[in-house]
């Protein structure tokens, strides 16, 4: 049996010191041990979050992460440098990086490596934009993202690595996929990774949604049988991401 495992994106939201009080807080509604929960803060935001948390079954992450180990790259933040302040989670992948920063699939290749080689938990975005979805070929560019990304990885280590479907188009817009859409992108991404793998792997992988995620929808995306949670944006620093956490099963 999959454990649900329900994260927060932040995004570019809350300063070191509101991002404390509100994860403080939030920790406090939304330790559920039945679920993993995950607070994805901004790099300058993780120590006071983890801080905050302490003592709880809520987990912080990073965004984002580069691939390389230190260097000449400016404005960088290296995996051991996540590992070492105690992040546990890493979002590799996301639409917003790709589209704003370039991001390539041999880039999430390379950042899904190097977390698993730091025991970084990795959430792989994956996820078709509007026009895919109308020309039909949202299985098609979903499968390709999946095999790219876990390309050269053992199945022991895909097993701990967490995927999100998140279509482009349900990310901040407030169109929600249906649940239908929804479990069909992820029964997609569990057949691929079966595909790539055996079976056992496929089976144990966690698929999560996101995408305007709601304390209103959740239960209903969540219940579906190939999704295991979900990455919520917007939805993730409102006062009742609670709600979101102890969903209704
Ligand atoms: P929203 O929940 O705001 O649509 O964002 C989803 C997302 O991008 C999570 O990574």
Request: proline residues 2%; hydrophobic residues 45%; aromatic residues 6%.
């Amino acid at each position: 049996m999959r454990k649900k495992i329900i994260a927060g994106n932040w995004k570019m939201n809350k300063t070191p010191a509101q991002a404390a009080a509100f994860a403080k807080e939030m920790a406090a509604k939304a330790d559920n041990a039945s679920v993993d929960v995950v607070f994805c803060v901004p790099y300058t935001a993780i120590s006071t979050a983890i801080n905050a948390v302490a003592g709880t079954n809520v987990a912080i992450g990073a965004q984002n992460m580069h691939f390389e180990e230190s260097g000449a790259y400016t404005g960088e933040i290296a995996p051991g440098m996540l590992t070492e302040i105690g992040v546990k989670y890493v979002i590799i992948g996301h639409s917003e990086r790709r589209a704003y920063f370039g991001e390539t699939d041999c880039d999430v290749n390379k950042k899904l490596k190097v977390a698993l080689a730091h025991g970084l938990i990795p959430i792989v975005c994956v996820g078709e934009s509007l026009t895919q979805r109308q020309l039909g070929i949202t299985i098609e560019h979903v499968r390709i993202q999946v095999k790219a990304a876990f390309d050269g990885i053992s199945a022991a280590d895909a097993t701990k690595a967490v995927i999100a479907y998140e279509p482009i188009w349900a990310i901040g817009t407030g169109v929600t996929a249906t649940s239908a859409q929804a479990e069909e992108a992820c029964a997609a991404v569990r057949q691929v990774v079966g595909e790539i793998y055996d079976a056992q792997t496929a089976e144990a992988i966690r698929i999560q949604y996101g995408g305007s995620v709601t304390a209103d929808n959740a239960a209903e995306l969540f219940n579906q049988s190939n999704i295991d949670g979900g990455l919520v944006g917007g939805a993730s620093i409102k006062d009742d991401f609670d709600r979101i956490v102890n969903y209704k099963r």
